[in-house]
């Protein structure tokens, strides 16, 4: 799921803006998801001689690269922290960037924030300690992060001044959510991004089928996130897009406890493939697919409008699938 497409002239400013010595790991997040992997994370540590926080900062304007904002022509970036990795005390770092939709509803728009987390949960993060923004988190924003079961621990970095990024401060989420009503008020232990809660035995009604995009839509489905349970079922649901160059992309439902907040399949699919797919490179979607276990709150509407948003004329595949009990 790599892209070879051609840099823009923001994202190389914004690479020169590094010393020379650690651009061409800078330069490769372009190549790598939107990811900058743990070891590369120590390396460019060492050769800036600054901590991990002071490197999610400077790389802000990197993850604003990959903004796409017809509507507000206003870039947001962010940059996540995974866990770290036992043994090393070093982890992964994700960007992530704002994501707006023409001609649709501005509730449709995926923010940096969600961006950011869901980059590193469909890239097999447990869960995040540290997020870095440039201001502080929407209402909106801070209800989606305490979903997560890292929430309690996980600190904000916020520039003290923007024209240093070397000055920031680390504040915990809850400082921002005061009284916060979670995933726990729900009686569910743990939360977003835990394996344990993303990990569900699910089967098309439809019957074995192998079409690729379809399994991979299933797939999604399978590692999605939904603690209501209806009177029918939990909502769990998934999604999978293909391009026109036969890559396929797929997105998790992350279902908030506050409801609003949370992330469509498709909303996931298409920040993802933004992170995998820069803005020079081909992003015409060729079929999308989604798989649901029916429930009470259906996300077929959202995405038929989502989909008519973004890729206009392409028909969206619905599939309802069932829980298999374990």
Known sequence: MTSSAQRTPGWTKAVNNFPESVR???????????CMPADAVERVCGILMAEIGTLMMQLLP?????????VSHFQVGAVAAGMPIPGTGWCSLYLGANFEFTYAALSFTVHA??????????????????LAISAAPCGYCRQFLYELVT??????????????????????????????????DLNVKGGMMEPALCNHNLVLDAGPITDPVIVAAL???????????????????????????????????????????????????????????????????????????????????????????????????YYQASLVPS
Request: hydrophobic fraction near 35%; glycine fraction near 8%; aromatic fraction near 8%.
């Open 62 to 70: 990197i993850a604003q690269q990959y903004a796409v904002v017809p």
């Open 219 to 317: 797939k999604a489905a399978c590692g999605s996130y939904a603690p209501y349970k209806t009177d029918l079922s939990n909502g769990y649901a998934g999604v999978a897009v293909q391009l026109v160059d036969g890559t396929i992309y797929t997105g998790r439902y992350a279902e908030n406890a506050a409801y609003n907040p949370s992330l469509s399949p498709l909303e996931s699919a298409l920040s993802f493939m933004n992170m995998n797919q820069p803005g020079t490179a081909t992003r015409k979607v060729n079929r999308c697919v989604l798989v649901e276990v029916p429930t009470l709150c259906s996300q077929l509407s959202a995405t038929k409008s989502v989909l008519n948003a973004y890729a206009l004329g392409v028909s969206l595949e």
């Open 113 to 130: 924030e969600q961006s950011a987390t869901n980059n590193a949960w469909l890239q097999g993060e447990p869960g995040l300690q540290a």
């Open 151 to 184: 929430a309690k621990q996980l600190n904000i970095l916020l520039p003290n001044d923007p024209s240093n990024p070397l000055s920031y401060s680390s504040t915990p989420l809850t400082t921002f959510l005061p009284d916060a009503f979670g995933p726990g």
């Open 24 to 34: 061409t790991d800078i330069d490769r997040i372009w190549d790598n998801q939107g």
